[in-house]
């Protein structure tokens, strides 16, 4: 059977009784009729049923080695039991942090599986509707909602017309976004949706006031 708690009327009856021994300072050098230092451990760290720590009381109450014991043995506990607190506050701080940097990476790479990069830095500046039919198309997956443009070298930042048209001719896409100068390269964001489109290659047309136009083909996978 556990051992029954200390009450709180309880704990206080202790506390007294010992109290009153500091006071009294009884010496006891040959420590005659002390109970073995697992008895006052067992009292100190309240895992002693109240019925069996109720026959020391009178001998703690009127014997200064033991309430001596007794206090350093309650000092002890009452450290140990401090640290098993805070390192179970800390593994708990742990495992919150871990979980939460999970979490962040888990996120960060939904947002890099959503976005695609399409770099032209290295492509030609082509003119007019047609794109340049010996470059490879650029590969974009259907399902990336942000499409990052990386514009041919020598491009300029301001304002673009973004429209990108289905092999049949139908408008996908048709927006207008700023290109931001980044490191000396010129990069539009735009956000798209075609994760109901199906496969196949695609026309991108970027215009920019209206006037120089540029085509790549694209290919949604």
């Not at 300072?25 to 005659?32: I, Q």
Request: aromatic share 6%.
């Amino acid at each position: 059977m556990n051992p029954r708690g200390y009450s709180a009327r309880d704990e206080q009856r202790l506390l007294d009784a010992l109290g009153r021994g500091l006071v009294r300072e009884f010496p006891n050098p040959e420590r005659s009729g002390c109970p073995g230092p697992d008895v006052l451990k067992r009292i100190a760290s309240r895992t002693m049923p109240l019925d069996q720590a109720e026959k020391w009381l009178d001998h703690l109450g009127s014997c200064s080695p033991c309430y001596s014991d007794f206090s350093e043995f309650r000092k002890s506990h009452e450290i140990r039991k401090k640290r098993t607190l805070l390192a179970i506050a800390a593994s708990i701080l742990i495992v919150a942090g871990i979980s939460g940097w999970v979490l962040l990476q888990r996120h960060n790479e939904t947002l890099v599986a959503q976005t695609a990069v399409l770099d032209l830095r290295n492509r030609s500046l082509p003119r007019g509707t047609e794109a340049n039919p010996v470059e490879p198309p650029l590969v974009v997956s259907r399902a990336a909602a942000h499409w990052n443009i990386f514009l041919p070298f020598g491009s300029n930042d301001g304002p673009y017309d973004i429209r990108l048209l289905a092999g049949s001719g139908e408008l996908l896409v048709s927006t207008k976004a700023d290109a931001k100068l980044t490191d000396g390269v010129a990069v539009i964001q735009i956000s798209v949706d075609l994760s109901s489109r199906s496969p196949g290659q695609c026309v991108l047309r970027l215009t920019r006031n209206g006037a120089q136009e540029s085509s790549y083909v694209v290919e949604l996978r």
